[in-house]
């Protein structure tokens, strides 16, 4: 079945600091890619996303690039400040599979970015 | 434009009880999602339910149901409740089913089970 596996964390990095968060996934089909955003107290916010092989998604100077070969979708930023400190999912959504269009979540990375 | 609510936002309930749950989507969205999210299970797709029918269902018991209403909003129905219920559940909804609709969550139902 289809999987997404992420670093789980918790990751403590300093403001300003370059940030990887790497993300795996095995499907069956050709999927979606997301990374989504949880603020504490708060649900889940699409991030960026990306559809096809190649395609890059970026918001918010985040940005990750779908890499069919290495079934690979790594959250990057340059620069992180403090604001960005949350938990980030990557997810999938293969309608080929038996789950349709249900997004499948990795479980989560826990980011916390200090001034 | 207002977005995802959910009610109510805190529950306490016990063994073999049963809970409804509500999900208000985003005006003019006709799919809605449920999803449990667990610290040891993660985030797990429940049912989604699009146009009044039930389109996508997960890995649960039959004891999760749901449904949802002409007017988009869906409720969930958890029966004989057990302590691994405890979680909290995420509604999500989009404008149309398919992986290219962005799906806005809302804060989510804690339910805690005793």
């Known amino acids: 079945g289809n999987s997404v596996t992420q670093m789980e964390g918790p990751v403590t990095l300093s403001e300003e600091a370059f940030l990887t968060i790497n993300c795996t996934y095995t499907a069956t089909g050709y999927p979606s890619l997301f990374w989504y955003v949880q603020y504490p107290g708060e649900g889940l916010q699409l991030l960026l996303k990306?559809?096809?092989?190649?395609d890059k998604g970026s918001n918010k100077g985040f940005e990750a690039t779908y890499r069919k070969e290495t079934t690979s979708f790594h959250l990057e930023k340059g620069s992180v400040q403090v604001s960005d400190s949350a938990v980030y999912f990557c997810a999938l959504s293969d309608p080929g599979s038996n789950s349709g269009y249900a997004l499948n979540f990795g479980k989560g990375t826990s980011l916390l970015v200090t001034p | 434009k207002a977005g995802v609510t959910q009610t109510p936002r805190y529950l306490i309930k016990t063994r073999g009880q049963q809970v409804t749950l509500s999900c208000s989507p985003i005006s003019g969205h006709r799919s809605v999602s449920w999803y449990q999210q667990t610290p040891g299970q993660g985030l797990q797709f429940l049912f989604e339910?699009?146009?009044?029918?039930?389109?996508n269902k997960g890995n649960f018991p039959g004891r999760f149901s749901g449904r949802q209403f002409s007017n988009s909003r869906s409720e969930m129905n958890v029966s004989t409740l057990e302590l691994g219920d405890s979680a909290l559940y995420l509604c999500?909804?989009?404008?149309?089913?398919?992986?290219?609709?962005?799906?806005?969550f809302g804060p989510g139902t804690r339910l805690t089970v005793l």
């Open positions: 339910y699009f146009s009044e029918t039930q389109r």
């Open positions: 999500a909804s989009s404008f149309s089913t398919g992986s290219y609709n962005e799906q806005f």
């Open positions: 990306a559809t096809k092989a190649d």
